[in-house]
């Protein structure tokens, strides 16, 4: 998709199936990669720091992001540091508060300005937007990770937030947003639209990038073709 210059944003492939990371980086299309303890999990991996390291080894050039665990500051504060070692092009991933609600700002603040490159997450309002926004070092490198998709599963269209939220970090250069928990394709093009730097896609929506653009009325012929092609396998009859 980037040969064909359609879209200016970055697709960035969110998972942690090592394997499955390793392919989309070979195909030359996402400009980055993100994980967190939920997809590890579904990923099966047992040693966090090891499938870490493996996977920098693999994908050596691009941007990847590691989530802290810990729920108390200063545990996040000494993990977020030995993230950091881990390579140049490291994220280290940031819950906007821990499991009881704090934010976790003034953490934020305090590596940002130490150098560390941060990907604030889990933010799903303008007011966590703003207030890590202003936290964040104008020059360090950041990323401010806001669930649209969740705030679209709330039934509220998250493309005015995420305009907004664009406007309002459009003062930090060096701070870019990303479109997070993205559930379709259409989410591309409407991150796209509301001026979003990255967008977090999994790899089975990375596959339907080709359907960009596609001819209805193809598409319309294929789902017939394909309803027929079942029909006629499985054997039924009226």
Request: proline share 4%; hydrophobic share 40%; aromatic share 8%.
């Amino acid at each position: 998709m980037n040969k064909e210059k359609k879209f200016n944003i970055k697709l960035f492939a969110d998972g942690a199936d090592l394997a499955g990371m390793i392919e989309e980086y070979k195909k030359g299309i996402v400009s980055g990669f993100t994980t967190n303890p939920t997809l590890m999990k579904k990923a099966g991996v047992h040693n966090y720091e090891e499938f870490a390291k493996n996977a920098l080894i693999a994908i050596p050039d691009l941007p990847i992001s590691f989530e802290v665990f810990s729920d108390d500051f200063e545990g996040m504060e000494k993990e977020a540091r030995k993230i950091a070692t881990w390579g140049e092009h490291v994220y280290i991933k940031i819950p906007v508060t821990n499991t009881k609600g704090d934010s976790t700002v003034s953490l934020v603040k305090k590596l940002s300005h130490d150098g560390l490159k941060l990907n604030v997450t889990a933010i799903l309002s303008l007011d966590q937007v703003k207030k890590v926004g202003e936290a964040l070092s104008p020059d360090t490198p950041s990323i401010v990770s806001v669930f649209a998709g969740r705030i679209a599963d709330t039934g509220v269209d998250p493309m005015p937030i995420m305009s907004e939220a664009k406007a309002f970090l459009n003062s930090k250069p060096k701070t870019e947003l990303l479109w997070a928990s993205t559930r379709e394709l259409l989410n591309l093009v409407q991150a796209e639209s509301c001026g979003c730097d990255i967008i977090t896609i999994t790899n089975d929506i990375l596959k339907k990038i080709p359907q960009l653009g596609k001819d209805l009325n193809q598409l319309s012929l294929e789902t017939v073709q394909m309803f027929y092609d079942d029909a006629l396998s499985s054997g039924f009859r009226i």
